[in-house]
Structure formats: C-alpha cells, structure tokens
T-cell receptor, first 113, second 113 residues
Framework: AQKITQTQPGMFVQEKEAVTLDCTYD???????LFWYKQPSSGEMIFLIY??????QNATEGRYSLNFQKARKSANLVISASQLGDSAMYFC??????????FGRGTSLIVHP | NAGVTQTPKFQVLKTGQSMTLQCAQD?????MSWYRQDPGMGLRLIHY???????DQGEVPNGYNVSRSTTEDFPLRLLSAAPSQTSVYFC????????????FGPGTRLTVT
C-alpha cells in the first residue's frame, strides 16, 4: 500500500487565486514529519514546507501553508495568490521516525494568466 | 557551500555496461540516499545510508549497489545496465538537526539503450 497518496495528477488555477494540493498519508508511527517539495521544469527539487506530527499549529512559509488534519491523515498544501512561477510538479513526502522520507507520485500544477 | 553535487549530469549507456553515479555533500550530513524518478511514479528510494559504513536497501534496490566509506561520498553503482534503469537519479542528504529535510543534488539523467 502506498504511504503517500496524491490523488490529483494535474491541477489548473488562475493567476492570483488560491489552490489546494491534496496529500494523504498512512502511518502507525506517532512521530513523523511531512514535507512538500516543488520541482519546476528545470528539474531541481526545492523544499517548501515541513509539518511535524507533534506540531499543534499548521505550518506556514510565505504564500505556502500546510493544512494538517491529523485524524484524517491529510497534509494538504495551500498556495495563496498563485503566480505564473508556481507552475511545477509538487511532491508530498513523509518521514516516519528517523527513516528516510517516502514520496508521493506528485501533482502537476499549471497557473494560467 | 556546494551542498549536494552529482556527476555526471547526463549519461547514455548500452545494455550490459556498468557505471558509477557520483554523489558528494559538504554539509556533514549523516544520512544520504538515492532516489530514481520516473514519469508518474514520483521519487522511489533505491538505497540509503545513515552513516559511514552503514547502508541499507530502499524500495527498488535491484540492479544497484552502494557503499559509504566517508561521510561526504555516496556513489551508486549500476552493475549491468538495463533499459528499465533509464531514469533521472537524485542523490539527497539530511540530518536530524534539520528535521531530516532532504537536500537534493541536481540529478543525473541516465538513458540505457
């Protein structure tokens, strides 16, 4: 079974609007971490945001926020005020305990002007 | 700080040839890992290391070998290349004091004909 599920292969959003990228995870560990990475067409992997399982508040980094719903095991990425430069692949990842992170299959986001 | 470096950037191999993908990091990170990225599959973990002299298998280890003789270097060896190993390979490093956030290299695009 997949540990990280990203159900949206592709998403479209109008510039300046907000968009939510879905991520659900599966773990029985109490201690885990959730990450989102961005991969533009140039190919590099860019870290966006992190949420620890014991963090009570949702993580925020500039225009990025992570909507963490522990009981539902979801960790959705919210991008506010989308920009053309946000067009990229987005990957959700989970670290269980001290293990190396497992990645989802990604969501392709296209921002329209 | 160069971060994580990978060589080569591009490589074409014939079936049956062997080669080594190089990875080095200058951040003194304990953990290093190799992922492969294929369209629609996200990043899948090949092998990882939690310190010099310690390596373990990830999700898709077959056909690959690793060793970790120093903290800085983590080469990935393809023993007998197959077309199924055509992929983009990412090396990453991480450390506990950075929440195990993965720092990625720029990737190596490998084609096996």
């Amino acid at each position: 079974a997949q540990k990280i599920t990203q159900t949206q292969p592709g998403m479209f959003v109008q510039e300046k609007e907000a968009v939510t990228l879905d991520c659900t995870y599966d773990t029985s560990d109490q201690s885990y971490g959730l990450f989102w990475y961005k991969q533009p067409s140039s190919g590099e992997m860019i870290f966006l945001i992190y949420q620890g399982s014991y963090d009570e508040q949702n993580a925020t980094e500039g225009r990025y926020s992570l909507n963490f719903q522990k009981a539902r095991k979801s960790a959705n990425l919210v991008i506010s005020a989308s920009q053309l430069g946000d067009s990229a692949m987005y990957f959700c990842a989970m670290r269980e305990g001290f293990y190396i992170p497992t990645f989802g299959r990604g969501t392709s986001l296209i921002v329209h002007p | 700080n160069a971060g994580v470096t990978q060589t080569p950037k591009f490589q074409v191999l014939k079936t049956g040839q062997s080669m080594t993908l190089q990875c080095a990091q200058d951040m003194n990170h304990e953990y290093m890992s190799w992922y492969r990225q294929d369209p629609g599959m996200g990043l899948r973990l090949i092998h990882y290391s939690v310190g010099a002299g310690i390596t373990d298998q990830g999700e898709v280890p077959n056909g690959y070998n690793v060793s970790r003789s120093t903290t800085e270097d983590f080469p990935l060896r393809l023993l007998s290349a197959a077309p199924s190993q055509t992929s983009v390979y990412f090396c990453a490093s991480s450390a506990p004091d950075r929440r195990y956030e993965q720092y990625f290299g720029p990737g190596t695009r490998l084609t096996v004909t």
